[in-house]
Nanobody
Framework: VQLQASGGGLVQAGGSLRLSCLASRRTFTMGWFRQAPGKEREFVAAMWWSGGNTYYADSVKGRFTISRDNAKNTVDLQMNSLKPEDTAVYYC????????????????????WGQGTQVTVSS
């Protein structure tokens, strides 16, 4: 599975960005992670392509929304009310299996990764 992330950029605090992850084929579990300079990769959001619940890190809950577009074969991340601490390289990830809820936030649960897209939020 090949994943291609896009949509990053520079935005002022309080602004919005929409990231998109184009998948070469659908996989069961899709997620977004991010990594800021000098920090470990951290979970942002995840969902199963079949639908159902969505899952978020506490730090982005209420501001970010993960969704899928079946027609385009993409999983998107709508980011609103951005903060400087959201600055990071954002990665989309996928796994062909149904990752259990308790493992969605573990980056080792995902077999496939996109190349990352930079998001910079200025204060």
């Amino acid at each position: 599975v090949q994943l291609q992330a896009s949509g990053g950029g520079l935005v002022q605090a309080g602004g919005s960005l929409r990231l998109s992850c184009l998948a070469s084929r659908r996989t069961f579990t899709m997620g977004w992670f991010r990594q800021a300079p000098g920090k470990e990769r951290e979970f942002v959001a995840a969902m199963w392509w079949s639908g159902g619940n969505t899952y978020y890190a506490d730090s982005v809950k209420g501001r970010f929304t993960i969704s899928r577009d079946n027609a385009k074969n993409t999983v998107d991340l709508q980011m609103n009310s951005l903060k400087p601490e959201d600055t990071a390289v954002y990665y989309c990830a996928a796994d062909p299996n149904r990752v259990i809820v308790s493992a969605l936030s573990d980056f080792s649960s995902y077999d496939y990764w996109g190349q990352g897209t930079q998001v910079t939020v200025s204060s």
